[in-house]
């Protein structure tokens, strides 16, 4: 079984930059996809962007299209998503999803992925 690990959250004033770090072990050869959901108290687990190995292709939220970008590092089976311009309403725990499906279409479904990290918190300032 595969383990996620991510990293990179902390207290960011508006306007301000994080870089969330999600480094794979364990079976990676096997992810097909992967993805950035968050979760602000009281409400439910949305998504946030994705990657298709395969194709390269990303994905986005309308909410942060422009400000947040996903990467890859192959190397160090590693996946970015470095935040810009971050806003009080990004304030969430953050998670990052492996997926290990090779045909997945929904890629901002959550139960497209088959196993998640921890989560690191990330808080932005008014």
């Known amino acids: 079984q595969g383990q996620l690990v991510e990293s990179g959250g902390g207290l960011v004033q508006a306007g301000g930059s994080l870089r969330l770090s999600c480094a794979a072990s364990?079976?990676?050869?096997?992810?097909?996809?992967m993805g950035w959901f968050r979760q602000a108290p009281g409400k439910e687990r949305e998504f946030v962007a994705g990657?298709?190995?395969?194709?390269?292709?990303?994905y986005y939220a309308d909410s942060v299209k422009g400000r947040f970008t996903i990467s890859r590092d192959n190397a160090k089976n590693t996946v970015y998503l470095q935040m810009n311009s971050l806003k009080p309403e990004d304030t969430a725990v953050y998670y990052c999803?492996?997926?290990?499906?090779?045909?997945?279409?929904?890629?901002?479904?959550?139960?497209?992925?088959?196993?998640w990290g921890q989560g690191t918190q990330v808080t932005v300032s008014s």
């Open positions: 999803a492996a997926d290990r499906n090779l045909n997945s279409v929904r890629v901002s479904t959550a139960s497209t992925y088959d196993y």
């Open positions: 364990g079976g990676t050869y096997r992810i097909y996809g």
């Open positions: 990657m298709r190995w395969s194709s390269g292709r990303t």
